[in-house]
């Protein structure tokens, strides 16, 4: 499926999965396909192997274990199923980072739910986590959600969902693509439906929605991608960041080490996914990303950081360790590059990695 074109900074609504984005439901899930697929006298799987094998519904997956019956009557049996495991106490968990992302969210954006999971389940929760309000629509027990995102798409579109399956939902509807590893699927596995982004959590989702953007007409813009031309030791994704108060530049910083020199990347060694694990090896280690090397050189030189903006050139989103050294220095505003979503996307068909420092 082809990349949509829509951009963070153009999203007007959110549509959101619910299992294992908003809502963490896998045990009670598990327990109540249990229930299920054992009444058929099948035997079920164990945790791991039936998060591997998880579908788009709960009769989708009753249907892979061989289990031939109404499509109908198994949602019906599941739904009981389900309200059996909660009954033994086996409850599903709101994310920690989920209120607080919905509610900022929804200041400037509307918010919806489009689940396979049972309506009145998805209710109940909703209003038990105390988020419903947040929403303009929830639906429920949705056969088609392709469908379902094309109906409610009046404005650029986000969708975020868990699984491959939500992933290809939001290509056929024509929508952003975000793949969240919180749930039911790994993020090797969302990795290879090609999602427009794979994030973390929702507090990862929300900080991109917090970049503001400049085009390579702006002056700190072009001093950051002249000073990564100059500065930056990584060969394949030179960056650098240039912070700005009261129109002064007070730092600025490269990312790279040469320490790959000289050793193998422990990242690739252990086949580590892009955005995870930098601590793990000495070369990719957040310390030598651009933001933190910016505000080192500006706590070097005594300036202060607390109001001044973040200018980042190279990239089109910031890890979890640098949006929290930006945090802790009191950065205001992140700028990134126009269009740097598909620029410096190594995903994206139309990407400019391995040529940005041509021209």
């Known amino acids: 499926m082809p990349h949509t074109t829509v951009k963070?900074?153009?999203i007007k609504a959110v549509i959101f999965d619910w299992s294992g984005v908003i809502s963490d439901d896998r045990?009670?899930?598990y327990q109540a396909n249990k229930v299920v697929v054992e009444k058929y006298g099948v035997k079920h799987e164990d945790f791991d192997d039936w998060l591997f094998h998880t579908t788009g519904s709960a009769p989708t997956?009753?249907?892979?274990?061989g289990i031939k019956a109404d499509p109908n009557e198994l949602m019906e049996e599941y739904r009981l199923a389900l309200h059996g495991s909660k009954t033994r106490g086996i409850h599903p968990i709101i994310y920690s980072d989920a209120k607080e992302t919905l509610k900022l969210l929804a200041k400037s954006k509307k918010l919806f739910v489009v689940s396979t999971h049972p309506h009145d389940h998805l209710l109940r929760e909703a209003d038990g986590y105390g988020i419903q309000k947040y929403f303009s629509d929830i639906a429920g027990e949705v056969k088609d959600k392709a469908e379902t995102i094309k109906n409610l798409v009046t404005s650029p579109t986000l969708f975020v969902?868990?699984?491959i399956f939500d992933i290809?939902?939001?290509q056929k509807a024509g929508v952003m693509s975000v793949g969240i590893t919180t749930g039911y699927q790994t993020r090797e596995q969302l990795a290879e439906q090609k999602p427009n982004l794979i994030v973390d959590s929702l507090t990862q989702l929300l900080h991109h929605f917090s970049h503001r953007y400049v085009d390579m007409e702006d002056k700190y813009m072009q001093m950051a991608k002249e000073y990564a031309q100059k500065n930056s030791l990584d060969l394949v994704m030179p960056t650098a960041s240039v912070i700005v108060k009261d129109g002064k530049v007070i730092?600025?910083?490269?990312?790279g080490s040469d320490y790959h020199k000289a050793h193998e990347c422990e990242r690739v060694k252990q086949g580590i996914p892009t955005g995870q694990g930098y601590e793990l090896c000495e070369g990719c280690h957040p310390k030598n990303h651009s933001e933190p090397r910016a505000i080192s050189q500006a706590n070097d030189e005594q300036r202060i950081t607390n109001n001044a903006d973040l200018y980042l050139w190279g990239h089109w989103w910031c890890c979890e360790p640098c949006w929290?050294?930006?945090?802790?220095?009191?950065?205001?505003d992140v700028y990134l590059l126009d269009n740097s979503e598909i620029l410096f996307n190594k995903n994206h068909p139309d990407?400019?990695?391995?040529r940005q420092l041509r021209g």
């Open 8 to 10: 963070f900074k153009d």
């Open 27 to 29: 045990l009670p899930v």
């Open 61 to 65: 997956y009753f249907a892979s274990r």
């Open 161 to 163: 969902g868990d699984t």
């Open 168 to 170: 290809i939902a939001a």
């Open 251 to 255: 730092g600025m910083g490269a990312n």
């Open 324 to 332: 929290s050294a930006m945090i802790t220095a009191g950065i205001r």
């Open 351 to 354: 990407n400019i990695v391995g």
